[in-house]
């Protein structure tokens, strides 16, 4: 059988080779875990000042996680608007973190120095952890900055998705519908959160 015989031959099995092979990466890219009503992952994180934050000492306490990337317009927008700084400071009874799981190699990487910086120019005094390794934002799906996270004092994940519905932020603030405000208010009445879920918007994470 000549070289260009077995070529021609075996040409469709190549073909579909593929074919296959980016459609099974785009499913795993766009598969989404179901998290909602189920256990937070565990994690303990360190902040830009270098202090430790486990999740298990705040066993209790409603917990809010924000993916976060100085670097990113949709994070600079809400930091620069004060939308998740004004909501943190009007829950005093909630812990905040800010969560970065940008790679440290990547261009978007803040050193902590630059990151302190950063954090008193828009007056955020929330924590902020550093994820170098992606492991925690993995864990819970974050897929974009900002990605919400609402935990309940059982432990327990009762939102997960957008900060509001206004991705373009072309609304003004008093128009937008604030999904984790709204989670929290429900949380504080006892009663259900509801969408519990909304896709999230904003720059993709940078993981490693």
Request: proline share 8%.
């Amino acid at each position: 059988m000549s070289e260009i015989t077995r070529t021609l031959r075996y040409a469709p099995l190549l073909l579909a080779t593929v074919l296959v092979l980016p459609a099974c990466g785009r499913a795993a890219e766009t598969a989404t875990p179901s998290v909602v009503g189920g256990a937070a992952p565990d994690f303990t994180l360190v902040d830009v000042s270098g202090e430790t934050h486990p999740l298990a000492d705040l066993a209790g306490k409603v917990v809010v996680l924000e993916w976060v990337n100085p670097n990113c317009p949709f994070s600079e927008r809400h930091a620069r608007e004060g939308t998740m700084t004004g909501l943190a400071e009007q829950h005093a009874e909630v812990v905040w973190l800010g969560i970065n799981s940008t790679a440290e190699g990547h261009r978007d990487y803040l050193q902590p120095a630059a990151y302190q910086e950063y954090l008193d120019e828009k007056g955020i005094s929330y924590p902020i952890l550093y994820d170098r390794s992606g492991e925690v934002g993995r864990a819970y799906a974050a897929k974009t900055t900002p990605h919400m996270i609402v935990i309940d004092p059982a432990g327990k994940i009762v939102y997960d998705g957008a900060i509001d519905d206004d991705p373009p932020g072309r609304k003004p603030a008093a128009e937008r519908t604030n999904y984790v405000a709204a989670a929290l208010a429900a949380q504080a009445a006892g009663q259900a959160v509801d969408p519990a879920r909304t896709k999230p918007y904003g720059c993709s994470v940078k993981y490693e």
